[in-house]
């Protein structure tokens, strides 16, 4: 009984002049007991079209999901609860390894920043404090980082050149809470998996130009060069020609920073001989190698207080100076339309540093140390880092490579790592202020060296790059190229662009591959088919033997000697490389048709009796000439479609497929050619495909009967239904009840014959289904059909998509012939009969 929505509906679709049900004739022509063997087969299975109601009703959270997804906002309540000594030890141990690097890197980046070194320690701080509640990855940490901060630093003068009233620390604030914000949108509406449009050798190139830019960028400060009108923030080739040019320039500072970079690798260099040497000792080399920023900074901090402790006010060489105790510039952020505005054009650039920086390091680590990462619950984190870190001085944050891996190598067990090392970086802003104060610049200088050159991919990596993918490599270089002799921000954008362009261009310019059958043998171990001494035990069975589907142009590798001939004449197999939607539908069929037209003939040759006929685009040949006779090439029959890297359709691309079955169908007129389909695997596409007229046959009422519906099935265990179960029960009680076996045999007539609601096709059916060789073979199990009967040409494979093609063409083929012989024979006069 239909609902009385589902009236309104109809009644407001006849008005509208919508046809509802216009597909319902072929349908009930196929479903009316022509496929015998399909209904053989316990309850016969209708597929149900998907509803526009349960497309909404996924939408629609529900509450399980709705509880779901405010616990996933808490990560840390999942494991919080089972907090243990040995775990507490390990993030101890990791807490404050990472703490003594995170100082110091710390304040190095916030001169990157253009902001005093405290901005460094406050966004360390809130970074490792606040992560913990919502990190899905136990290693990451948030803080600080070379290319961010240099990104801040850029905006910052370019900020204070047009508007030096306002502070620096005002700028990176507002940029901090903007750029917060926008991530923590993405992370809370789930759109995590946007990062995963930028490929990895976009990232690589980001990092490694950015890597190279600021490397440059910090070797005058290394050497103390210090001259009127250069700028090492200008691009990246020309601070490198002014660093030689002015060479001549380089100061004291030289000694303290060359000597420091030359130390930090020389330690790195003997811990990691010395772990290789002594493996059982590799752990605490790993720690002595770790805390060589530390030991450096200290170290130099101390020889600057030998030299310049009775000269604080004209130093040798330049220092870092005071820097206040606590957090003297926690307050309200300042933001406003005016300051937003100042910064406006570099948000998309700071933003995707935000999310790939992070996403691919986290997801790094995480296969690395056997867990998954939620990409949308990282952006989450990183969003709310941003938010509060500006309230007690922060400015924009994100995971840091070097950190992290720092953190992974030391055993961490939690994210809970990240509150040690926050107290650790909270003793250092109250407790260490005085001694920073003798950190020589250029020392600083050697640190984000050190560690922004460890970002640059080494040559191994891009030459993997250009075995997987040529064109992956020219992508990395030119995002190399741009941001050397351009900017860190023109770089992010060159290679985004040229990576959404090329997947664009794979998209819209993808060709499937017309395919044919080919039998194959297996071969167990070293020995051939044809081997008569190892096939001696070999079962009578074809086990070993199957039928595949090769390109017919072996442009998959497949040995070209290997004979692909077409399945069928006339029958055509269709494979889609790529997804079938708007922007690749016409380059598909285009390719379709162009096929099928050179490699088969026009079925009635004569539908142009006149020149003028002929169509415009095709002529025919000039007067005085023949017409190229092309009768050794098949007529179209039917065209199989493999759906298998096919989830979705849209309108574009169905309405492309009517308008090509509208072309073949002309072409073979008056036959009409049969669509098949294979490996369908969405509900929706079969949807889309059946309101273009697809899934059932399209052939005049006239050959329905000689339609062949096949079908796959399979066994099942049990029984269908109760229904059937009792029915069996009934039979096997009153056939063994039976004296004799006529007795016997009316009672399994009557039974079997008695009951139409099963097979829907009557008692003739019945007795056609019983003599059947498949029935017989099943009386011990039950069969069940994998597709509906309601769409007999979308099929299971490509076996039997071809199949019913071929059955049903020889079927329609035959019938038309003893047609033809039957007219032949009554065109015959009586007399000549006699």
Partial sequence: MPSSASKAGHTAAK????????????EDAITRGESTYSTNTSDTYVEEEPRTVEWLQDLVPTFPQVKTYFRNLFPFTRWILRYNVQWLIGDLVAGITVGCVVVP??????KLAQLPVEFGLYSSFMGVLIYWFFATSKDITIGPVAVMSTIVGNIVLKVQDEHPEIPGYVVASALAIICGAIVLFIG????????????LSAISAFMTGSA??????????LMGIKV????????????????????GHTKIDAAMGL???????????????AAKKNPSRAKMFFFISTLRTAFVILLYTMISWLVNRHRRSDPLFAILGKVPRGFQHAQVPTINTEIISYFASELPASVIVLL??????????????????????ELVAIGVTNLLGPFLGGYPATGSFSRTAIKSKAGVRTPFAGVITAVVVLLAIYALPAVFFYIPNSSLAAVIIHAVLDLITPPKTVYQFWRVNPLETVIFFAGVFVTIFSSIENGIYTTICISVAVLLFRVGKARGHFVGKVKIHSVLGDHLEEDKFHDQGRSSDDSEERNIFLPLDHNDGSNPSIDVQSPYPGIFIYRFSEGFNYPNANHYTDHLVKYIFANTRRTNPDSWPRPGDRPWNNPGPRRGHREETNDHLPTLKAVILDFSAVNNVDVTSVQNLIDVRNQLDRYATPDAVQWHFASINNRWTKRALASGGFGYPSLPTSEYHRWRSIFSITEIGGEINSAATAAERETNRRLSAARDEESAREVKKQVAGGDDSISGSGSDLNKEITRSKAYLRSDSKKLAIVQGINRPLFHIDLTSALQSAIANTQQIEHGRSKAQQQQQFDEVPIEKLK
């Fill in 259 to 273: 000597t420091a970079l030359a130390m930090l690798y020389i330690i790195r260099s003997a811990c990691t001989f």
């Fill in 228 to 247: 009127q009108g250069f700028n090492t923030r200008d691009h990246t080739f020309m601070v490198i020609i002014n660093t030689l040019k002015y060479l």
């Fill in 105 to 110: 890197q710390g304040m190095a980046y916030a």
């Fill in 188 to 199: 809370l509406i789930r759109f995590g998996w946007i990062v995963e449009f930028i490929p």
């Fill in 212 to 221: 190279i830019s600021i490397a440059a960028g910090q070797v005058p400060n």
């Fill in 15 to 26: 008005y509208l002049g919508i046809k509802v049900h216009e597909n319902r004739a072929q």
């Fill in 356 to 377: 790939i920086e992070h996403i691919a390091i986290s997801k790094s680590f995480g296969r690395i140390n056997n867990y998954t990462i939620d990409p949308s619950q």
